[in-house]
Each structure stands twice: as structure tokens, then as C-alpha cells.
């Protein structure tokens, strides 16, 4: 249960992305005044582009915050895991 629901966030994720590069194209297609007034799909997918640039050049202005060094996990012997059964 727990896979199927990743595979089809992951698959949700992929579609919206895609959908977020075609606006963002069409977005910069854009060489006249649209009128996106009468076609609300239009406008909500503009906008949607015209918010993800926004927000992305956001985030490239914040500094990364250092990742701490994990400790290496370590693989356990056979022994051990006769002894944990």
C-alpha cells in the first residue's frame, strides 16, 4: 500500500512539473496581451508559471543550510542476525 501511494505521488509530482515547464514556455511565448480574462484556464496556468519563477528565484537567494555528516550505517554480520531471530 505504502509503494503504490509513493509511485503515484511521484507520478503526480511529474505530471504537475510538466505542466509547470509548458506554462512556463508559454509564458515566454507570450509576445502579445493576452486576454486571459475569458479564458480562466488560461490565466490560473500563467499564473501558476508567473508564482513558481517567483518562488524560485526566492529560494536561490537563501543561503543553504550545511548538512550535518551522517554516521555511516553498518552492516551487520551474519552472526548477528542469527542472534537477533
Known amino acids: 500500500m505504502l509503494l503504490a501511494n509513493s509511485v503515484a505521488e511521484d507520478h ?16 515566454g511565448c507570450a ?5 486571459v480574462s475569458a479564458h ?4 490560473q496556468a500563467l499564473l501558476m508559471a508567473q508564482t513558481f519563477l517567483e518562488s524560485a528565484k526566492t529560494a536561490a537567494r537563501k543561503p543553504v543550510a550545511p ?7 553498518e552492516k551487520p554480520e551474519e552472526g ?6
Not at 31 to 35: A, I, K, Q
Not at 40 to 43: A, E, K, L, T, Y
Not at 67 to 73: G, H, S
Open 40 to 43: 480562466p484556464n488560461v490565466r
Open 12 to 27: 503526480w509530482r511529474l505530471n504537475r512539473i510538466r505542466a509547470i515547464e509548458e506554462n512556463i514556455f508559454a509564458l
Open 67 to 73: 548538512v550535518a555528516p551522517q554516521k555511516p550505517v
Open 80 to 85: 548477528d542476525l542469527a542472534r537477533a531471530a
Open 31 to 35: 509576445t502579445v496581451e493576452l486576454d
